[in-house]
């Protein structure tokens, strides 16, 4: 978890450099359940991931040179440039994402149809977000899965937001009794705690390798990096006056210049705007649980020689960053 | 040789597959009925019935594949691919190239497609040519027996993704099954000699990308695919009556797209006339004359299409697919045209 933390600082000051180009969705805040779940995977098992592949690569045994060289577009990546961190692909991992959200649903379908017939007892995992849950092939997904009784673990990562819209605002019902209503074993868990999720999970995960069919996780977590970097939201509440400034003139007029809705409805438009500023404003500062520094502290507590094992993944860690930005530097020379 | 009808020839040949290989599942809805004969000779464990929910069990047909299977996911109705386009556009045809060749997905999507048996325009779409726009698949259309056991022996054997797409009006199944349903009333112009024909002994794959000339000639290239082939060869007949003597190729697969064999048949003739069922803006039709305009060949063009969303009523029908008489009427066109 440290580890994947310390790369994806890395990843987000390299993107802030300029030199990853187009969108950087991070998973940090997401990295508790990934390695509270990673943790029960052996060889064979597969992993379907959505657009966020860093945590879950880098805690499942991928190289991460060969993934910073792939972020950074260069031909000696994992995908040989071709893919970037939304189509990360390792072969020996048995992992692939996808950019499409939902797409992780019919992905993991396969993988466990491919274990039913070739590796009896593998399982193959399923995340997504709590938006991809209202995805029409999600839910396809959880009903094939179901009645084929596959071995998949469908992991919703919730955040609470679907880009820049809150979940509860677009979600009928509630995510568990949906995947119950599929027949589901379905568990809600506290995402920012590596030890709640693996040890919830342990028991799910031998009952689907045993056969018992499909099963559901609700994890909550908090990222803070918002939907990708450069999140507008997260923008607006980090730097209102520089944000503000560019957006007021024109916002001022859609709401008091031009025809359209009632000035009663324009002005309940831009209360729930505001309102949701106010909420990100506030979720940045209400200091919530980081799953980094939870585990941190309680390592602490409980064993000696962290500081060393942390000094050693820094090391490594810097290592890698450093030897991959000068293999991109030597071609961009070049 | 044997003789077998085009619907037979084509489980046959997955039949003779999947004898040999354990790898080959095959998915899809109603599959264990549709595919009586395979469901009762390989099992339920094989031929897996689906919910009707395209894009969760094509999107697995795609992870299956990478992870070792060989599926042939069957899509009944192309026309359905719509609501899972999204594992053909961005998924079967990019992981290859984004996964930097580390997978390859060897995965057949096998569906019906094309008109002529009044079933309206949900169910009788071809849309081969919008799925070949897409960089990464191969697209076949057998127009025969042989063809279509030797296609579909191919599809299994390529180490990417195929769509597959048989047409109904040669599938006597497909037929009964959604026009006829069992009355001896319903009478539709199916080319005799798609429907039945002889066939190898044993399987081998015809290659894709090799078109087949079904009859040669010195005044016009037609140029076809699918049911278009019988009712191209149909109108040569009669326009050698004219003294035009048309020469008919059959493509066989859209992509790869035998150029070579399209090329050297215009330089020959200078005519191509393209006879082809999918939709006339911006499909194969377009592209052939494209592709020959790049090869520098000066030619007479003209194309008998699909042009709008096909009627239910079958009169109506069979006016707007391409029929025997409007590939005659072109064809005559186009030699009064100055080379």
């Known amino acids: 978890m440290f580890k994947s933390r310390l790369f994806e600082e890395h990843v987000v000051q390299i993107w802030n450099d300029g030199l990853i180009t187009g969108e950087m969705h991070t998973s940090i805040g997401e990295e508790a359940i990934y390695a509270g779940l990673i943790d029960h995977l052996a060889d064979g098992d597969a992993l379907a991931l959505d657009h966020r592949t860093t945590s879950p690569s880098i805690i499942r045994g991928v190289d991460p040179k060969s993934l910073l060289l792939e972020f950074l577009g260069h031909e000696n990546g994992l995908c040989s440039g071709n893919g970037g961190h939304m189509h990360i692909f390792s072969k020996s991992h048995l992992l692939a994402s996808s950019g499409i959200v939902g797409a992780s649903g019919p992905a993991a379908l396969g993988f466990a149809l491919a274990a039913q017939h070739l590796r009896p007892g593998k399982i193959a995992l399923s995340f997504f977000g709590e938006g991809a849950a209202n995805q029409g092939m999600m839910m396809e997904s959880f009903n094939m899965a179901a009645a084929l009784r596959l071995p998949v673990l469908f992991v919703c990562k919730d955040n609470g937001m679907a880009i820049t819209t809150q979940s509860s605002e677009v979600t009928s019902g509630n995510l568990i009794s949906r995947a119950q209503s599929f027949g589901m074993h379905s568990l809600e868990l506290d995402g920012a705690d590596a030890a709640v999720v693996w040890r919830e999970s342990g028991k799910m995960i031998s009952g689907i390798r045993m056969g018992e069919g499909p099963a559901f996780i609700l994890a909550k977590c908090h990222r803070p990096q918002g939907h990708f970097l450069g999140d507008p939201l997260l923008r607006i509440s980090e730097k209102p006056l520089k944000e503000l400034s560019q957006i007021s003139g024109p916002l001022i007029k859609s709401v008091t210049k031009y025809k359209g809705a009632t000035l009663k409805q324009r002005m309940s438009s831009l209360k729930k705007v505001t309102s949701l500023l106010g909420k990100t404003m506030k979720s940045g500062k209400s200091g919530n649980r980081d799953p980094v520094s939870l585990l941190r502290a309680r390592l602490v507590k409980e064993s000696s020689g962290i500081e060393d094992l942390e000094t050693e993944v820094i090391n490594e860690i810097e290592k890698v960053v450093e030897s991959v930005l000068n293999i991109y530097m030597e071609r961009s020379e070049s | ?339």
């Open chain 2, 1 to 339: 040789m044997r003789t077998m009808t085009y619907a037979d020839a084509i489980d046959d040949a997955i039949a003779q597959k999947m004898s040999k290989d354990p790898n080959i599942i095959y998915l899809g809805e109603d599959v264990q009925m549709l595919r009586l004969n395979l469901f009762s000779r390989f099992g339920s464990e094989k031929i897996i019935n689906t919910p009707i929910s395209e894009s969760a069990f094509l999107g697995a047909g795609v992870t299956a594949a990478m992870a070792g299977l060989r599926p042939i996911v069957e899509i009944m109705l192309i026309d359905f691919i719509g609501v899972a386009i999204d594992a053909l556009l961005n998924h079967a045809a990019k992981n290859e190239f984004f996964s930097g060749n580390q997978w390859q997905v060897p995965l057949v999507v096998r569906a019906s497609c094309g008109g002529g048996y009044g079933d309206g325009g949900q169910h009788e779409q071809t849309l081969w040519g919008w799925l070949a726009h897409i960089p990464g698949l191969w697209i076949a259309v057998p127009s025969n027996p042989a063809d279509a056991g030797g296609l579909m022996t191919a599809s299994i054997e390529h180490d990417g993704p195929v769509v597959y797409l048989e047409h109904k009006l040669l599938a006597e199944y497909f037929r009964d099954y959604l026009g006829s349903g069992g009355r001896s009333n319903q009478d539709y112009n199916v080319p005799r000699d798609g429907e039945q024909g002889r066939i190898p002994d044993k399987w081998t794959p015809i290659p894709f990308g090799k078109a087949s000339i079904k009859k040669e000639g010195s005044d016009i290239s037609i140029v076809s695919l699918g049911v278009g082939v019988h009712r191209s060869l149909e109108a040569s007949k009669r326009l050698e009556e004219q003294n035009v003597s048309a020469e008919v190729i059959d493509l066989r697969t859209v992509a790869p797209l035998d150029t070579s064999t399209i090329c050297e048949s215009v330089s020959k003739t200078g005519r191509l006339l393209v006879v082809d069922e999918d939709y006339k803006q911006f499909g194969l039709s377009g592209e052939i004359a494209a592709i020959v305009l790049e090869n520098s060949i000066h030619f007479q063009y003209g194309r008998v299409c699909t042009e709008q969303s096909i009627p239910y009523s079958h009169q109506q029908e069979i006016q707007i697919l391409p029929s025997t008489q409007r590939i005659i009427d072109s064809a005559l066109g186009l030699m009064n045209k100055q080379l």
